[in-house]
Nanobody
Framework: QVQLLESGGGLVQAGGSLRLSCAASGGTSRTYTMTWFRQAPGKEREFVAS?????????YYADSVKGRFTISRGNTENTLYLQMSSLEPEDTAVYYC???????????????????WGRGTQVTVSS
């Protein structure tokens, strides 16, 4: 059973930076696709960034965050990071870490493709 726990959220001014962490336990490794999603009030949960499973660990980003956010794994592969820079008020949301050992690439951006979820961490960007 995989368990995910996010941390690192908070309040930051526009233009600032934050680093989110997701601590994974229960056997996550390069055999799992690890992904960040976010959900703003009144909106659907949306894809942010992902590391696809496998030794290559190919990276994928939403267009809205490309060039500003960077996803990475920790050295122990039990931690997932999301480095967020040049933050905008539109980035305000609850950020969730998700994992799947079975999804296929074409379903990467769909929340219903993921088996395991953390509880989320709030990111608020003030203007």
């Amino acid at each position: 059973q995989v368990q995910l726990l996010e941390s690192g959220g908070g309040l930051v001014q526009a233009g600032g930076s934050l680093r989110l962490s997701c601590a994974a336990s229960g056997g996550t490794s390069r055999t799992y696709t690890m992904t960040w999603f976010r959900q703003a009030p009144g909106k659907e949960r949306e894809f942010v960034a992902s590391i696809f499973r496998g030794n290559v660990g190919r990276l994928y980003y939403a267009d809205s965050v490309k060039g500003r956010f960077t996803i990475s794994r920790g050295n122990t592969e039990n931690t997932l990071y999301l480095q967020m820079s040049s933050l905008e008020p539109e980035d305000t949301a609850v950020y969730y870490c998700a994992a799947s050992g079975t999804l296929i690439l074409s379903t990467l951006r769909r929340p219903d493709s993921y088996t395991y979820w953390g509880r989320g961490t709030q990111v608020t960007v003030s203007s």
